[in-house]
Structures are given as structure tokens and as C-alpha cells.
């Protein structure tokens, strides 16, 4: 994957806003794409920055997170990564069923693989790879590495 | 980013201001419990001037549901802009809340 766009984050929910709202800006701001990528990859991203640092890093500040965000043939592709021992994506259940709606947790995963194209994991499951794919094709804008 | 908590008769109005995310959720639960705790049964909780929730934010709604109704309360929400609804009917969430248009609605439901 080329790397547009590499942040480092401490394992700190509090960095999650800021660092979205520093991809976004980076993101291209068509028309066509505005809402897929104010609404889709927003929340797909934020999600992703927060099971990696709740339960990838299991909160621990020594830990961090890194994130990938490239624009490669019309696709905004991020790679979320932490430095925790991974999880079985396949063990999460469908937090929707009438079993599970009145849960309180379960509905990260479920939001990304719903508002993205593509949500997948390495095999040892400390790293998700998330993709949106644009009509536009625009390009990033900036892409200081940090 | 906060949460403006006001009485509108036997009412409890809770208005989320800017996001409701895994940072501040801890805060809207324990502010809304408490005025469980104190002894209100009828709660209201506005997201007109709420940009985002996260699914943290969403399982927070949950949970004080379940407290609201086991106390023989009823929690309702109210202003849910495109997104936000957007993402309450992925989740199936619109089927477990009772969702007003506008607060005055949702206040005069009760």
C-alpha cells in the first residue's frame, strides 16, 4: 500500500478526534464523495482507531497505534494497526439480532464493515485494513508524516 | 463538547453538544444516573447540536435504557440529524428507542 498519510497515536482516546479530523482534512472534497467520506469513512476510521486502542492495546499507554492512509486508484484506502496480540475478527457477533440489540458493545466492527467496501484483517488480527472506493478519484491533500 | 442537563416539568432534558464518543460517554452515564438516582423517571436526551456519535456513544444509550426502564422509567431521544439516523438504522438502534423529531416533541410525548 503507498503511504499518503502515516500518524502515530498514543494509546489515548482523546487523540481520536483530532486524528480523524486531520485525515479528513487531507481527504479529497468532491461532491460526489462528501457525504461517503464525511459519514463512511469517518466513522469507519474512528472505529477502527478505537478498538485498536480499547481492546488491540487493552488501553495500555505504553502501546501505540499506527495509521496508513494512501489514495491509490480512486480508493481511500487506511491501515489501522496496533501492538496488541490480535483477535479472531469472525468471533464478533451481529450485534442487531434480538439476542444481542440491547447490548452495550459490539457495534464498532459491524458499523465498519457496513459503511466500507472493503474491512479486512492480518492474520494475527492486530491490523485492519479499511477501504472506500470514490467516484472522484481525487487525491490527498498534504501528507506530513507525524 | 458537553452536556446540558435542564427539568422540563417531571421531564429530564439532557442536550448532547458536539459529539458523544468513547472520551465523554463515561460523563452523559454518569450524569443521567444520577438524576435517575435522585429520583427522575422521564428523561430526554437531544441531539441537535450533536455532530457524531461512535458506537461507545451508542452502547451508552443502551445501557441507560436498561437502567431507565428497570427503575420504571422511559428514556427517549430527539433530533437526530441524516447521519445520526443513519447510523441508529444500521445498528437497528431506531427500533429499540423512541425517536422524536424535535425535543418539544418528545418533551410533550411524555
Known amino acids: 500500500m503507498g503511504k499518503d498519510l502515516i500518524l502515530e497515536l498514543p494509546t489515548d482516546v482523546s487523540t481520536i478526534q483530532h486524528a480523524v479530523e486531520y485525515v479528513m482534512r487531507c481527504c479529497p472534497t468532491c461532491p460526489e464523495d462528501g457525504r461517503r467520506l464525511n459519514l463512511n469513512f469517518r466513522v469507519g476510521l474512528t472505529e477502527a482507531l478505537s478498538n485498536a486502542m480499547l481492546y488491540g492495546n487493552a488501553h495500555d499507554p505504553s502501546k501505540r497505534v499506527l495509521v496508513e492512509v494512501a489514495l491509490e486508484q480512486g480508493t481511500v484506502r487506511a491501515r489501522v494497526t496496533d501492538q496488541g496480540t490480535g483477535f479472531d475478527p469472525t468471533s464478533v457477533p451481529d450485534p442487531t439480532t434480538s439476542e444481542n440489540i440491547a447490548k452495550p458493545h459490539g457495534r464498532g466492527l459491524f458499523l465498519m464493515r457496513k459503511l466500507l467496501d472493503e474491512v479486512s484483517y492480518n492474520d494475527q488480527g492486530n491490523q485492519v485494513t479499511l477501504v472506500l472506493r470514490l467516484q472522484s478519484g481525487g487525491a490527498l491533500h498534504g501528507g506530513v508524516q507525524a | ?110
Open chain 2, 1 to 110: 463538547m458537553g452536556f446540558q442537563v435542564s427539568q422540563n416539568g417531571e421531564v429530564t432534558l439532557v442536550e448532547v453538544e458536539g459529539q458523544l464518543i468513547v472520551g465523554n460517554r463515561q460523563e452523559l452515564k454518569q450524569q443521567v444516573l444520577e438524576q435517575l438516582e435522585s429520583g427522575d423517571r422521564k428523561f430526554v436526551i437531544d441531539f441537535a447540536n450533536t455532530g457524531y456519535i461512535d458506537s461507545s456513544g451508542l452502547g451508552v444509550l443502551v445501557s441507560l435504557s436498561k437502567k431507565i426502564r428497570e427503575q420504571g422509567g422511559e428514556l427517549r431521544l430527539s433530533t437526530l440529524n441524516e447521519d445520526l439516523r443513519t447510523l441508529f438504522e444500521l445498528t437497528k438502534l431506531d427500533t429499540l428507542f423512541r425517536i422524536a423529531d424535535t425535543k418539544e416533541q418528545a418533551l410533550s410525548g411524555f
